[in-house]
Structures are given as structure tokens and as C-alpha cells.
């Protein structure tokens, strides 16, 4: 990901004989990208590209997202920073803070013009953001709307043949109650029996 993302790519093409070169971390078709998302390859093509090693990159990246969470300024661009590296988590950790942003625009309404100052560039970031996420989906799945790791886990579960429920670890076992309630009384015993040689 690192020299991909050094060499000025989104993904390199599929090699011939990409049978070979199947592997859990890089989808195959329709290039050859890793499945993670966007923002870690610039940070590690930066870290390659600057100081020869890119882990240099990672805490770069970190320290830049610390920074852009602790500047209340840079608040869209933080959180468009931590979506891009992990979408999921991205989504669901700014919600909360949307309602207190809400809960605080309604009840100072009439003492402040935030809303009028700072919305269009908070739009402007997020706009950005989302077209970036989507190109840069669509360079390396070849549908906008498509996590490379989506492709990957797919791809995966097709191979190994398991259902994506499974690989999601959504157990779909009985809950073995009993023997859960017998290891429990097991373990509870040695502890006994270790506290009373003490």
C-alpha cells in the first residue's frame, strides 16, 4: 500500500497470473489494491517517501489526527481524517457529538451566528470527503458505494467457503448453556483450592 500509494496510484493493474498472488489483506480483481481504506496509504507512502520506512508515516498520521481533534476548528477535518481510515467507527463516533452540536444551536440560537459562519465550510469538507472516499472506491472496486475490504471479505468467504455471517463472528451455535455453568464451577474449585494451600 505504501509504495502503490508512493508511486502515485489508487492500485496497480491485476498481474497475469493473479492466481498466484491471492492473498486475505489485497483484492485481485478489478486492480490490485490493498483492502484498506483510503488515508493509511499517503501516510505510509509519506513515511517510505520522506524518511525511507514507512511505520513513520503511522505515527505521523496519528499525531496529526490528535491534533486535528484537539483544534476545535479543525473539527470536520479531524473526523473526516478518522472516517476515512475507518468508516464505520468514523460514522458512529461523531453522531453524539452532531446531537450536542444541535442540542447547543438550538438553545444559543439567538447569541450566536455559528451556523451561518461555519456551515458552509463544514460542508465543503464533508463534500470533499465523501467525493474522495468514492473515487478512490471506485478506482479500486470499480463501484463507488464498495469498501475494498467488502470485496476482500467476499472474496474470502467465497474461497474458504463460509457464510459472511460466520466471518463476522455472529455465532450461530447453541449457547452450550450446561457446559458454560460446569467449566464456570470448574474454574471456581482450582481457585478454591489454590486460595486455601495459600
Known sequence: MAD????????????????HFETFHVNIKPGYPSKYPLSQGPALAFGQIVFRQPWVGVYLSTAL???????????AAGLLIFAASRPYEGLAFPI?????FVYRLIKD????????????????????GILAMGYYNHATTGDAFLMPYGVSER?????????RATYLYQSVKAPQTELRMRM?????????TATARS
Open 155 to 163: 472474496h474470502t468467504c467465497r474461497a474458504v467457503k463460509l457464510a
Open 109 to 128: 440560537r439567538p447569541r450566536t451566528h455559528f451556523l451561518e459562519d461555519s456551515l458552509p465550510a463544514l460542508a465543503l469538507i464533508g463534500t470533499i
Open 96 to 100: 453524539p457529538l452532531f446531537g450536542y
Open 4 to 19: 502503490t500509494s508512493a508511486h502515485g496510484r489508487l492500485t496497480i493493474p491485476t498481474p497475469p497470473a493473479w492466481p
Open 184 to 192: 464456570r464451577d470448574l474454574a471456581q474449585r482450582a481457585s478454591d
Open 65 to 75: 489526527l490528535c491534533g486535528a481533534i484537539l483544534l476545535v476548528c479543525s473539527f
